[in-house]
């Protein structure tokens, strides 16, 4: 028990152990187990076997799985939630009202969509090919025993090259180059817009074409003879395709090679048989076909 001296300032005297509900030593004191009238143990015990209150509860700092069950999951209830339909119509109250506005709504626009004129009339894939033409007029073929001139009266004249039916062979050539749009590996045609003075017979054209590139010494390729070509009527341009041919097959003319020159000769053989038409034939023009790469 403390007790009061008058060699200390309102201090009191304790002894020289703790007391109480308290043990040790005052350098180290304990607490007594039973305290205030209790262990506390009961109290230890019944929370230990309480089930965890965080059950169903997720730390919110921690990553949501959205997985569909367990406490990452959950559904909210179709009228539980009120909804600003504001950017609808005004008439969605609730979760499942908005999803079946918003799907009406969906639907309407994809009918609209579909309804509607297609935006790419008009213009062309740019990786899609074209089909292109260079046209060759009479005035630039290079004569070789051909004529060159005119038909009609004036005002109105058409150059024409005329084909004479009694020489043994006459023909003219002209030269074009490879354009660089030119898909390679692709054909290129040659079709003649071209009539005659008569009804009667068959004209027989020949044609040759012969590539040229740097280095390349000017030979022609050879002629070979065509299909004779029936003649519809005198009033009618006629619309031909020619052709390098062997003796089985008819044959494309491929180039190699863009940028390079080809020589195109056009000839008409009146002393072969297949040939049997009176008068001249006279080409207008010339049209070449090629395979554009898109732009």
């Known amino acids: 028990m403390g007790t009061a001296t008058a060699a200390l300032s309102g201090e009191i005297a304790v002894g020289t152990s703790p007391g109480g509900e308290l043990g040790g030593t005052w350098a180290s004191p304990t607490v007594d187990a039973t305290h205030s009238g209790s262990t506390h143990g009961a109290a230890v015990t019944t929370h230990e076997g309480l089930a965890d209150p965080h059950t169903g509860y ?89 004529a060159l001139g005119q038909t009609g009266a004036s005002p109105d004249l058409v150059g024409q090259i005329a084909y004479a039916e009694a020489s043994l062979r006459s023909g003219a050539f002209f030269t074009f180059g490879i354009p660089n749009d030119w898909v390679a590996a692709t054909a290129i045609k040659c079709t003649i ?35 004779g070509t029936t003649i519809a009527d005198s009033t009618t341009v006629k619309v031909t395709t ?13 180039p190699s090679a863009a940028g390079n020159i080809v020589k195109v000769n056009i000839e008409r053989n009146a002393n072969v048989g297949a040939d049997s038409a009176t008068g001249a034939a006279r080409i207008l023009m010339v049209r070449m076909e090629y395979t554009a790469s898109g732009r």
């Open 193 to 227: 817009f071209w009539y005659t003075s008569t009804t009667t017979g068959n004209v027989r054209w020949l044609l040759s074409m012969s590539e040229l590139a740097a280095g390349d010494a000017p030979a022609e390729a050879s002629s070979i003879a065509a299909a």
């Open 242 to 254: 020619l052709y390098t041919v062997t003796d089985t097959s008819t044959t494309d003319f491929v």
């Open 58 to 146: 997720r730390l919110e700092s921690a990553d949501h799985s959205h997985a569909s069950t367990g406490a990452q999951a959950g559904n909210i209830a179709a009228t539980a939630v009120t909804v600003d339909s504001t950017n609808l119509d005004g008439t969605a109250t609730n979760v499942q009202t908005v999803f079946e506005e918003l799907e009406t709504q969906v639907q309407a626009a994809v009918t609209t969509h579909a309804g509607a004129a297609d935006p790419h009339t008009g213009y062309q894939l740019e990786s899609a090919t074209s089909t292109q033409y260079i046209f060759i007029s009479p005035a630039m073929f290079q004569i070789d025993d051909a």
